[in-house]
C-alpha cells in the first residue's frame, strides 16, 4: 500500500519517543546520542527545561495572532539580533529556504529601487544548498535536486566554490548579489577560506553588489560565533538564519542593513506564521542560552577538541577515514570508504550522525554537548570505524 506519509525520505527505521541533552529514546529504551542534531537544528539539545518552559509558556498564553499585530517578542528577538550582529533590521520567517528566498527578493527589489532594474541574477556556487522551493533550487544549482521540475527559475549563475577569478569573470550587467554559505553544509562542510569572504565582499563593494549570506546551517552558534563570517571580519548586506534558531521549532531569519531591508515595506513581502508569538518565545529562549558569556567561546573549544580527537581518529583508521573539517561543531569527516556504510556503522553502535556531500560525515551535535558526550561520542565512532574496514586492509594487517 501506498505510504500515508509521503516518501520523500529514506529514513531510518527508528522512532524516538524522547529525548533528554543529546540523548535521544525508542519507546522500546534504546538510547542514541545524537550527533546529528536533527541536521544541525537542536541546538540546545533534546528537552532543555529553559527552553520547554518558554514554549509552554507562551502556548498557554496566545500561539499565533498574525503580522497584522504587533509581535512583542518578535520585535524583542529583533532588537536582540540587531543588537548583536551587522544588521539594522530582521524578517522572521518559517524556514531556511523561505529565508534565502525572502533574501534574494530584497537584493532584487533594492536593485530596481534604486534605478537599477535590470540587475536581478545572483552568482552562487558549486556544491551550494539554499533549499527546495522552485527558486532556491536554481540558486542550489545541483542537477541532482532540480531534476524533473521543469525549467530552472532564471537569474542564479554558478561558479566553483573559492574561484575569485571565476567570480569576478562571471559579474556582469545584470547582477546584483552574491549568495554563499561561509561554509557548505549539505556539500560537505567546505568552508571558504577568510581570504575568499574577504575577496567577495571587496568585489562586491567594487561593483555595487550585495553580498548575501546562507548561514541557515553554519549561523547561530554553530561555529563557536553567532555568525560563522564573523572570523573572516566581514560585515555582509544581508544573512539568511533557520535551523538552530528556535532549537528545533521551525523559524526562518533574514538580518539585513538598513539600505536592504527599508525596500521591503507592506505588502511587498509576508508571511503568515512568521515570527509568530510561540516561534519567537522559543528563538528568544535559544538566545538566551547562546548570549550567555562564555557559552559560544565554549562552542568554539568543545568544537576544537572534538576536531582534535577525531584527528587523532583519522591518523588511527586511515583505511576509514581521510580527513577532518569544519568549525566549532560543524564538523565534517571525509570518508575514505562509503560515508552511508559508516553512518550506518554509527548507527549501530547507537550514534547519530549525518552524510553530506563529499564522501562526508557530518557531525554537527546539539551546542550544549558536554565533555563527557563527546567522550562517548568519541568511543562509539572508535567501534563504529572498526566495523568499517575494508576485508582487503584486515587482511594486510595480519
Ligand atoms: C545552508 C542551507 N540553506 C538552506 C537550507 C534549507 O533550509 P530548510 O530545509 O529549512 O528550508 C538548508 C537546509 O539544509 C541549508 O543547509
Known sequence: MFPALMPTYARADLAFERGEGAWLMTADGRRFLD???????????????HLTAAIAAQAARVMHVSNL????????LAQRLVDATFADSVFFCNSGAEANEGMVKMVRRAMAETNRPGRYRMICFEGAFHGRTLAMLSATGNEKYLA??????????????????????AIGAETAGI???PIQGEGGVRAAPEFFLRDLRAACDEFGLFLALDEVQCGMGRTGTLFAHEQAGIVPDAVSAAKGIAGGFPMGAILATETLAKH?????HGTTFGGNPLACAAANAVLDVLLTPGFLAQVAAR?????????????????VFAGVRGQGLMIGLVCAVPSTDVQSACLEEGLLTVAAGENVLRIVPPLTLTEADAAEGMARLRRAARRCVPAHALAAAK
Open 179 to 181: 549568495l554563499v554559505e
Open 303 to 319: 568544537g576544537a577538541a572534538l576536531h582534535a580527537s577525531l584527528t587523532d581518529l583519522v591518523h588511527a583508521v586511515p583505511e
Open 69 to 76: 499585530y504587533r509581535i512583542p517578542g518578535a520585535e524583542r
Open 148 to 169: 524533473g521540475f521543469g525549467p530552472r527559475v532564471d537569474g542564479f549563475d554558478h561558479v566553483p566554490f573559492g574561484n575569485m577569478n571565476a567570480v569576478r569573470n
Open 35 to 49: 550527533f546529528g542534531a536533527g541536521i544541525a537544528t537542536s541546538s540546545l539539545g533534546h528537552a532543555h527545561p
Open 264 to 268: 521591503l515595506r507592506p505588502g511587498s
